[in-house]
């Protein structure tokens, strides 16, 4: 009878630290949430920004340009990127 009891006794301790902690991670998640909503994502860089090109051989690739000549060499890319 003691040890049915006992067992019951750390089995609501152990449910109910699961519900504390499960609490303290929500509030958590919700306080990081608010501080995050004041925050913009898409801001323009300060004035540490660079503007990223690519040279392949003579062909230079900018903000659309892809810089390949033909499908071989876009292929022999995506093979050497592993994507």
Do not use: C
């Amino acid at each position: 009878m003691k040890e049915s009891l006992r067992k019951a006794a750390n089995i609501s301790k152990m449910f109910l630290v699961f519900i504390f902690l499960t609490a303290v991670f929500y509030l958590g998640m919700n306080w990081i949430d608010q501080h995050l909503v004041h925050v913009h994502r898409y801001e323009n860089p300060g004035n540490g920004a660079i503007k990223v090109t690519r040279y392949y051989g003579n062909v230079h690739t900018g903000d659309m340009g892809t810089g390949f000549d033909s499908i071989s060499q876009r292929v022999l890319e995506f093979l050497r990127d592993g994507e």
